[in-house]
């Protein structure tokens, strides 16, 4: 029994961390808080406009991609900069491969938005 506890202390610990987590990039990253912002947004355009379970799939799909990017992104920026103090090509370049799996992302988010948006309107 003791190791189960120990089990289910270690699961608690972990889902905290995980939350502490998405608290720190709320508070402290401005590219997450705009990311979530326009989650909320783009959920209550599409629960207003009734789309369809298939559809909310794709959407919720493709908020999900973002946001985890977008923590990725940031947890990599910052690895970056603790590591490296001064401008460095091989930062730059990583920073700027991260930022784009963000892109990616956005495009994709885009990509459903518009898709479901134009077959309602045509």
Do not use: P
């Amino acid at each position: 029994m003791g190791s189960l506890t120990k089990i289910a202390k270690r699961t608690v610990y972990k889902f905290q961390s995980a939350f502490e987590g998405i608290k720190a990039g709320l508070l402290y990253d401005r590219s997450i808080l705009i990311q979530v912002v326009l989650a909320v947004i783009t959920v209550s355009i599409f629960a207003w406009i009734k789309i369809s379970t298939v559809e909310w799939l794709f959407v919720l799909s493709a908020i999900f991609s973002v946001l985890i990017t977008e923590f990725l992104n940031s947890a990599v920026e910052d690895v970056c900069d603790l590591l490296v103090d001064k401008y460095d090509l091989h930062v730059k370049e990583i920073k700027d491969i991260a930022a784009s799996a963000v892109l990616l992302a956005a495009v994709y988010a885009s990509l459903v938005a518009g898709i479901i948006l134009i077959g309602r309107i045509l």
